[in-house]
């Protein structure tokens, strides 16, 4: 059960309605966002509802079943839409894309990226600055000065920056120069980073873990939520399975049971998903017809050059083409 309290909810009016739930056998979760004042409630299913909806101070009441209840879309009404600012908006019914490299490299390359993103008004630049790489002597990135070079390309533009978090000590210095702070598929157990990106009033998108379920991805996002922090997204980028001829298993089923049941915008990253460039583009139109809420893509003016992931990057060319294809696709649904 979700209780939504009344803004501005006296102290003792709060005490008082715990009071009586304490005394219906319910565990009480207090939990304040940026929009809101909430009790999450743990307990028996059946129960009058009149017992708590008439309490002074409260505004709402919520039977969700779900373990994960305040990232279910059983109590809300209307689907979270994220607002970035300079009328850069995701879920608000239209199709968000988001690209760039894997790795921030240089700022002659940042340029250039730039450029091709303003060509095709994308809003949102993707770009690692700090990198979890399997081998310890692949480059993992050019930390917090890659960010900074980052942000004062991006800015003047009036471009978006999401970028992966690794840990908690890099937040405080990360959190001016970031827009969307990722978590990736090897942090989205990372219960302690969850936990502090929830204190945060900035979006974070979470990628479903290498071999992670769907509960789990949701159980991830609930941490966030529970802390403070109700902008979240979802990133399906594939799982980990027997196939072995491509990057991962692309799981474009979890894009539609993830609509189904959370009311978080959904974004779906074929360029892990498949690993291999060829496949990135169809997989992104596919994501779309699923119901991706956007699309997040990496990009590279000569992907062989790059200095990560280079064999599922895009090209310019086909970046281009890409979103000539979005886009026609957009206007028939």
């Known amino acids: 059960m979700i209780i939504q309290l009344e803004k501005g909810i006296e102290k003792n009016k709060v005490d008082s309605i715990q009071t009586t739930l304490s005394k219906l056998k319910f565990s009480v979760n207090p939990v304040t966002t940026q929009f809101e004042d909430y009790l999450v409630c743990i307990g028996k299913t059946e129960f009058d509802i009149r017992e708590i909806g ?25 689907n979270t839409i994220i607002d970035l600012g300079d009328d850069v908006v995701i879920g608000n019914g239209s199709t968000s894309i988001m690209a760039g490299p894997c790795s921030v490299e240089s700022e002659e390359q940042m340029e250039s990226i730039t450029k091709h993103l303003i060509k095709n008004n994308i809003r949102i630049m993707r770009g690692g600055v700090y990198k979890p790489r399997s081998s310890p002597y692949a480059f993992r990135g050019l930390g917090i000065d890659g960010l900074k070079m980052m942000h004062a390309l991006c800015k003047p533009r009036g471009i978006k920056i999401i970028t992966e978090v690794m840990q908690v000590s890099q937040i405080e210095e990360m959190y001016p120069y970031v827009d969307v702070f990722q978590v990736g598929a090897r942090n989205s157990q990372n219960f302690n ?32 939520f529970s802390k403070g922090n109700e902008r979240l997204m979802l990133c399906e980028r594939g799982i980990r399975t027997f196939e072995t001829i491509y990057r991962n298993t692309f799981d474009i089923n979890a894009i539609q049971v993830l609509k189904d049941k959370t009311h978080l915008p959904v974004i779906a990253d074929p ?29 590279h003016e000569k992907p062989e050059e790059a200095l990560s992931d280079g064999q599922q990057t895009l090209n310019f060319m086909e970046s281009d083409l890409l979103v000539q294809k979005l886009n026609k696709l957009l206007s028939f649904t």
């Open 54 to 78: 008439h309490l002074q101070g409260v505004k709402d009441v919520h039977r969700v079943s779900d373990n994960y209840k305040l990232v279910s879309n059983k109590w809300k009404t209307k």
């Open 193 to 224: 980073l969850l936990d502090a990106l929830g204190g945060l009033d900035k979006p974070v998108l979470i990628k479903r873990g290498v071999s992670g379920t769907i509960e789990e991805l949701l159980y991830s996002a609930e941490y966030v």
């Open 271 to 299: 360029s892990h998903g498949v690993g291999i460039r060829d496949y990135v583009s169809k997989l992104a139109l596919a994501s779309v017809i699923a119901g991706a809420d956007g699309v997040i893509y990496e990009v």
